[in-house]
C-alpha cells in the first residue's frame, strides 16, 4: 500500500487518480448510453440516464456511509431545537446536501436544455473555476480564511478558464440561444448558485475547525449525501406524482413508468458516478489548501478525464476522436497544472514548517 499522511502531496495525488480514473470509466459510459458511440442496444434518453444512475450513484454512497459508519456523529458542539439536539454543523451540512440535490439533475438539466453540449460544459467547469476563487476572496475578507492565494494559483485559474471555454470558438451563434430561455437561465442561476453555496459551506467547515478538532470530511461527506438522497427522493415523489405538464416532469415520469431496459446497467454505470463523488469532495475540501487550489485542482482533474473518456471511447467503441479544440484545451490544462505543482510546492513547504503536515 502507498500510504500517504493527510494533506500531503502524496494524499492529494491519490485522489487525483482516483478521481481521474472513475471519472474516465463514466465518461466513457455516459457516452454509451447517450447514443454518442456504436451500442445501440444502450442508447436512452439523457432524462432515463440522469434517473437511473443517479439512482445508482446515490445507494452506492449510501451503502458505504452506513457500511462505514461514517454518519455516527462527529462533533463536540451541539445546537438545540426543542426538545432535539444535534450537532451545530447539520445547521449548514444540510443546506450543502440540497445544494447538492439540486447540482445533481440540473446538470443534466443543461445538457437537455443547452443546444451545444460543449457550451454546457463550458459554463459549468469555468463556473465552478470562478467560483472558488471568490469563496476565498469572500472568506479572507470575513476572516475565515486566513491563508494567501498565491500568484500561481491565480495563473493557474485564468489558464484552466481559457482551457474550459477553447470549445467556445467552435460554438455557433445559435448555441446562444439560451439567453432569450427563461427555462434554460433558470436551471443555470440554480446550478451556479447552489454550486456556490456548497463551495462556501464546504470551505467554511474546513476553515473554522476550532484548533485541535478534527476536521472529519468523510463525516461531512456522509451527512451531506443522506441529506441530498432524502431532498432528490421527496423530489421524485412529488415530480412522479405532480402531474406536471413540462416536457422535463413528462420524460422524468416516463423513465420510472416505463423502465428502459438496460436501467440496471445505467444503475451500475451511476455507482461508478457515486465513486466519483467520494474523490471529487475529498479533493475540495483537501486539507490546509485554498478553494481556488482545490477547485482547480477538481475541474482540472475533470477536463483531462473528459478528454481521455473521449479518446477511449474513440479507440475501444468506434467514438467520436478529440477535436483540435480538445487537445488545445488538454495544452491549457497542462499549463495550469503547471502553475498549481509550484503553488503546491509552495503550501507544503509552508506548511511543513509550521508542522501543520508531514510531508
Known amino acids: 500500500m502507498w500510504k500517504t499522511a493527510e494533506g500531503s502531496t502524496g494524499r492529494l495525488i491519490q485522489l487525483c487518480s482516483a478521481y481521474f480514473f472513475f471519472y474516465v470509466i463514466f465518461g466513457v459510459a455516459t457516452k454509451c448510453f447517450t447514443g454518442r458511440t456504436a451500442f445501440d442496444s444502450l442508447r436512452m434518453n439523457d432524462m432515463e440516464f440522469l434517473v437511473?444512475?443517479?439512482?445508482?450513484?446515490?445507494?452506492?454512497?449510501?451503502?458505504?456511509?452506513?457500511?462505514?459508519?461514517?454518519?455516527?456523529t462527529k462533533s463536540?458542539?451541539?445546537?438545540?431545537?426543542?426538545?432535539?439536539?444535534?450537532?451545530?454543523?447539520?445547521?449548514?451540512?444540510?443546506p450543502s446536501g440540497v445544494c447538492t440535490a439540486v447540482v445533481i439533475p440540473t446538470t443534466t438539466l443543461m445538457y437537455m436544455l443547452l443546444k451545444s453540449v460543449m457550451v454546457a460544459m463550458v459554463i459549468m467547469r469555468a463556473s465552478v473555476i470562478v467560483i472558488s476563487r471568490l469563496v476565498d476572496e469572500a472568506q479572507i475578507r470575513q476572516?475565515?480564511?486566513?491563508?494567501?492565494?498565491?500568484?500561481?494559483e491565480n495563473a493557474a485559474v485564468v489558464f484552466a478558464v481559457a482551457a474550459a471555454c477553447t470549445q467556445i470558438f467552435l460554438a455557433k451563434s445559435g448555441d446562444f440561444d439560451f439567453l432569450r430561455?427563461?427555462?434554460?437561465?433558470?436551471?443555470?442561476?440554480?446550478?451556479?448558485?447552489?454550486?456556490a453555496l456548497r463551495?462556501?459551506?464546504?470551505?467554511?467547515?474546513?476553515?473554522?475547525?476550532?484548533?485541535?478538532?478534527?476536521?472529519?470530511?468523510k463525516w461531512f461527506f456522509s451527512i451531506e449525501q443522506i441529506s441530498a438522497s432524502l431532498v432528490m427522493a421527496l423530489a421524485a415523489l412529488i415530480?412522479?406524482?405532480?402531474?406536471?405538464?413540462?416536457?422535463p416532469a413528462r420524460l422524468f415520469h416516463d423513465a420510472i413508468?416505463?423502465?428502459?431496459?438496460?436501467?440496471?446497467?445505467?444503475?451500475?454505470?451511476?455507482?461508478?458516478?457515486?465513486m466519483v463523488a467520494f474523490f471529487s469532495v475529498f479533493i475540495f475540501m483537501f486539507k490546509d489548501r485554498t478553494a481556488t487550489f482545490a477547485g482547480l485542482v477538481n475541474r482540472l482533474t475533470s477536463l483531462a478525464a473528459g478528454t481521455t473518456a473521449t479518446l477511449a471511447s474513440y479507440f475501444l467503441f468506434n467514438g467520436k476522436f478529440p477535436s483540435r479544440a480538445d487537445w488545445a484545451s488538454l495544452g491549457?490544462?497542462?499549463?495550469?497544472?503547471?502553475?498549481?505543482?509550484?503553488a503546491e510546492r509552495k503550501r507544503a513547504a509552508e506548511l511543513a514548517a509550521a508542522k501543520e503536515i508531514q510531508r
Not at 430561455?181 to 454550486?195: E, F, K, Q, R, T
Not at 463551495?199 to 470530511?217: E, F, Q, S, V
Open 239 to 247: 415530480l412522479y406524482h405532480g402531474g406536471f405538464e413540462a416536457e
Open 181 to 195: 430561455n427563461s427555462a434554460a437561465m433558470a436551471v443555470l442561476s440554480g446550478y451556479i448558485l447552489a454550486y
Open 332 to 342: 491549457l490544462i497542462l499549463a495550469a497544472v503547471g502553475f498549481l505543482s509550484v
Open 143 to 152: 476572516g475565515i480564511l486566513r491563508k494567501t492565494v498565491y500568484r500561481e
Open 257 to 274: 413508468a416505463r423502465p428502459h431496459p438496460k436501467w440496471f446497467s445505467a444503475n451500475l454505470a451511476g455507482a461508478v458516478y457515486g
Open 52 to 72: 437511473w444512475s443517479t439512482l445508482g450513484g446515490s445507494l452506492i454512497c449510501l451503502l458505504v456511509i452506513f457500511a462505514a459508519r461514517w454518519h455516527k
Open 199 to 217: 463551495i462556501y459551506i464546504m470551505n467554511y467547515y474546513k476553515n473554522t475547525r476550532p484548533k485541535g478538532a478534527p476536521l472529519d470530511n
Open 76 to 94: 463536540e458542539r451541539f445546537a438545540q431545537w426543542g426538545p432535539l439536539r444535534f450537532p451545530a454543523e447539520y445547521l449548514y451540512i444540510v
